[in-house]
């Protein structure tokens, strides 16, 4: 299966740690990627390659993948990561067509 | 520095046809994939398909193969995304965005790093 599930919604206090996990039967064998969308926004990269972090992304975010599961974890959590977040993958396809998650709305107050 | 420039927001009528565009500066526009992602209003993020600028070759999901058509002209540094006929079903967000490849023990794995501002397509009687 393609697909990749996160859970709808996950709420924290402000400096508490926020985890999202993304579930797919294709991670053990392929990357997951995490992408961080404020309200009115375009996507951003947060997480590349399971757990790299791009140039200019706090500390806070990190990643892991073990087995079928993927984690993207911010270490106290600030208000202005309130947002949605998106795992991404690739298919089994052979034509590396992209998979997303359906999203994980991260409430922190 | 890598931008994706997209063009504005569109309002059509059903039936009515329709090619946005996105505009790459600041790498070498033949040598990745660009791909494009719906968001429909209060959605998540759909996979479109995408292109190689350099011979064209290009990928759909199933979801919008013969839906849409994807192309890019080199010359011009520019991915477009295009329908025929829109639907009302068709009102969302369009993001483009470019795709460098990661090698993994599949083969490679093409991901999305730079992002277009997105293009807001109302289609509407």
């Known amino acids: 299966s393609s697909e990749l599930t996160q859970p709808p919604s996950v709420s924290v206090s402000p400096g508490q740690t926020a985890r999202i996990t993304c579930s797919g039967d294709?991670?053990?064998?392929?990357?997951a990627f995490w992408y961080q969308q404020k309200s009115g926004q375009a996507p951003v990269l947060v997480i590349y390659?399971?757990?790299k972090r791009p140039s200019g992304i706090p500390e806070r975010f990190s990643g892991s993948s073990s087995g079928t599961v993927a984690t993207l974890t911010i270490s106290g959590a600030r208000v202005e990561d309130e947002a949605d977040y998106y795992c991404?993958?690739?298919?089994?396809?052979?034509?590396?067509?992209?998979?997303f998650g359906g999203g994980t709305k991260l409430t922190v107050l | 520095e890598v931008q994706l420039v997209q063009s504005g927001a569109e309002v059509k009528k059903p039936g009515e046809s329709l090619k946005i565009s996105c505009k790459a500066f600041?790498?070498?526009?033949?040598?990745?994939?660009i791909g494009w992602v719906r968001q429909m209003p209060g959605k998540g993020l759909e996979w479109m398909g995408m292109?190689?600028?350099?011979?064209?070759?290009?990928r759909y999901s199933p979801s919008f193969q013969g839906q849409v058509t994807i192309s890019a002209d080199k010359s011009i540094n520019s991915a477009s995304l295009q329908w025929s006929s829109l639907k009302a079903s068709d009102t969302a967000i369009y993001y483009c965005?470019?795709?460098?490849?990661?090698?993994?023990?599949?083969?490679?794995?093409?991901?999305?790093?730079?992002w277009g501002q997105g293009t807001l397509v109302t289609v509407s009687s």
């Open positions: 965005a470019r795709l460098p490849f990661v090698v993994v023990v599949a083969g490679t794995q093409y991901y999305f790093d730079y």
């Open positions: 600041g790498y070498n526009f033949t040598t990745y994939w």
């Open positions: 292109i190689y600028p350099g011979d064209s070759d290009t």
């Open positions: 294709g991670l053990p064998k392929k990357f």
């Open positions: 390659e399971d757990y």
């Open positions: 991404y993958s690739t298919d089994n396809s052979g034509d590396n067509r992209g998979v």
